[in-house]
């Protein structure tokens, strides 16, 4: 394996596969026997300034690591004609990039995972700082197709195609700066692009953006874990079947937080096995942007948010959902704005979105059509748990013949609020208009707020009821309850939609409140109406 000096540019070294058609180019011509020692020679041979390794076409048995270790320096390839194939039983990466500003590109590796016996093996291994893959396809790698480890901070995978890995590609051990853009995954075992902050509970990557690239049939999609500052724009994911599209996994103690998932198609996720595969998932995570994703056929919900504060769900557009198009539990402070929505199934669900121990938050601008398919029967649904202090306004829904808002909080704000006059409860009975119903919409709970304190004689009946055109009052038809004895002025309770006979208010309808009257004692009240209106 001598060097043969060919009168170029000692900074450019040239190496030819077995099989090259023009080995007569070459410094270092291989015989297909362990070809990754005349591989490693070049790169030795480069001088300490960096250079220029050219592998032309051809196939590379390899059967030891090759080590790219020379700084500021490029190994080329002929793209596709040119293969690196790991031979059976090796046992190694195939490529370790460990020396800063170092640029692989071109060339094709497959790494043979059915060769091997160990399971942490790479195709390509970048270890040191500002490092490029550009144009290379990885098959096959027992572990990672393209993986980024300790070091391999400000990284950039750009235009690669990866197919039939564990995880096609993937970061890890608290990198900072990375760049994954234009890139091809297909037939991942298990995650086309894992970002993760390595194997520490509190290890962290920070500011790694995965933008423009494809997931294709894959276990899952785009997952991170342990991220900070990250983001996720303009890929398209497809048939993933059993994880999340797009989404965080909580293994870590410090979570994710400040992400950004916008632009993103999710399309078509399966359901292996009977696993509910989610569009978009934020868990155990704070500070989510979460915008102007499409999201088509999930057997999961559209977006799904757990455990996570301070997050935002803007302006999706989400499509033929199996259950919840969009579902948020224990979490504070998320904000639902303007998404939009139809063909929402709704199996094992009973509301578009749906709320469940979740404070602070709004749900507003959302226009969501046809909720009639199985056991859907709402636009919006607070369903058992601490669901309170949330603002439920302008909300659209057609074909929804249910209900369409349902809240539990006492604290909840919707749309109108309208204030009966003082009802005397020991006058005559009475009922009066309260509300007239323009559009359609819900009631969704009302409150009687004590004016005058009440005796400890018997309640009396309280009611809510509704007035059509031509057709008798219906006095209780929302709800009926009793009056509260031994109460103080200023003292209230809340109703709520659980509480109600009915809650559905069709356009034209005149909501009245009254009450039985004739209390021996004393007691006067007024009730605040809580309805939610949409357009139909």
Known sequence: MAYENKGAMTATIVVAASDSLNKAAANYKCDGIADDVEIQAAIDALPAGGGKVVLLEGTYNITA??????????????????????????ECHVIQMSAAHCCLKSLKINANAAGQVGPVLYGAYITATDCVCENVTVLSAKQTGLH???????????????????????????????????????????????????????DVSQGISVVNCKALNSASGIVLNGARFCKVIGCYVYNISTGAGIGTTDTKSVGNDHIEISGNIVDTMTALGGISCAGVVAAHSMYFNIKGNIIYNTYGSGIDITYCDDSCVNDNIIQYIRTEAIKVVNSTRVNVLDNVGRDIVGTGARAAIRFDTVTYSRVEGNNFSDLNWLAMTALFEEIAGACDYNVVKNNTVQNCTQAPIVVLGTHDITDRSPISIKLDLSGAATDIEVYFADTVGCLVGYTVVYTEASSADAGVDIRVGRYQSGVALDDDYFDLSTSEVSK????????????????????????????????AGTGEVMIVLHIAEMLS
């Open 488 to 519: 103080n002025l200023g003292y209230s309770k809340t109703f709520v939609s659980a509480d109600l006979t009915n809650a559905q208010i069709s356009a034209g309808d005149t909501i009245t409140v009254g009450t039985a009257g004739g209390k």
């Open 148 to 202: 980024v480890g300790g070091g391999g901070d400000r990284f950039l995978i750009a235009h690669c195609h990866v197919d039939g890995c564990k995880y096609n590609y993937s970061t890890a051990a608290s990198l900072i700066g990375g760049t994954i853009s234009d890139c091809y995954s297909n037939n991942a075992n298990d995650r086309a692009y894992y970002i993760t902050g390595g194997v520490g509970a509190t």
């Open 65 to 90: 690591q090759i080590n790219f270790n020379i700084a500021n320096s490029t190994i080329e390839a002929m793209g596709d004609s040119t293969l690196l194939y790991l031979v059976d039983g090796s």
